[in-house]
């Protein structure tokens, strides 16, 4: 029984001590990405912080900076929430416009037609303001 457990003893030992050190090199590599996506995810927050700030939002309107106009938040709201308004009682209004032409029959053209618009306008404005992202 001794001449065994001489054999296995150190043969256990060495293996133990080898696992223990593959064990502690993959908890340290796990540590160090767990410990870089922390970093990413703080950045993110704080990039994500940076642009709420009310003070670093800088709201502009067919080209017109209204923090330059209206440096209250409140009023910059009510503009944005009035033009919003105004352009679409408008937009419907010339729309049922068009419906009341004589002559003019509806075939879903006007709805393609105004959403390709919106479509085409997203895009130039995407152009204009350098946007890249999606």
């Not at 993110?44 to 800088?58: D, P, T, V």
Request: proline share 3%.
């Amino acid at each position: 029984h001794s001449a065994i457990s001489a054999w296995v003893h150190p043969r256990w030992s060495l293996m133990t001590t080898s696992m223990h050190q593959k064990t502690s090199a993959a908890t340290r590599r796990m540590d160090s990405v767990v410990e870089d996506r922390d970093a990413e995810i703080q950045k993110q927050h704080e990039q994500a912080e940076e642009l709420s700030c009310s003070k670093g939002l800088r709201v502009v309107l067919l080209g017109v900076p209204l923090h330059r106009l209206f440096p209250s938040h409140q009023v910059q709201l009510l503009a944005l929430a009035g033009t919003v308004l105004t352009s679409s009682v408008t937009n419907a209004a010339l729309q049922e416009r068009v419906l009341y032409v004589p002559g003019f029959k509806y075939t879903g053209w006007l709805a393609l037609v105004t959403s390709l618009t919106y479509v085409a306008l997203a895009y130039l404005e995407r152009l204009v303001e350098g946007d890249r992202r999606r």
